[in-house]
């Protein structure tokens, strides 16, 4: 290891705003299994799938809309 290192023409890492933060979240078995399944039919892992869904409802600013019946 060297005693010092010259960081003078380093680049800012272009993806530092796009890093991901550790939460805790409940949701329910039955989504759970449905996003799993999703997993072995794509080989994308089900954390990823679900984490691409709420990007998708983010980015087009889909809006919740519930009826109950």
Not at 16 to 29: M, P
Not at 30 to 39: A, G, Q, W
Request: with cysteine; aromatic share 12%; hydrophobic share 35%.
């Amino acid at each position: 290891m060297k005693a010092e290192y010259d960081f003078s023409n380093a680049t800012k890492n272009p993806y530092a705003k796009k890093l991901k933060k550790q939460i805790t979240i409940n949701l329910d078995s039955d989504t759970i299994e449905y996003f799993k399944t999703l997993s072995e039919n794509s080989g994308i892992p089900y954390q990823t799938l679900i984490n691409l869904y709420l990007a998708d409802c983010a980015a087009n600013k889909k809006q919740l809309h519930m009826s109950w019946k």
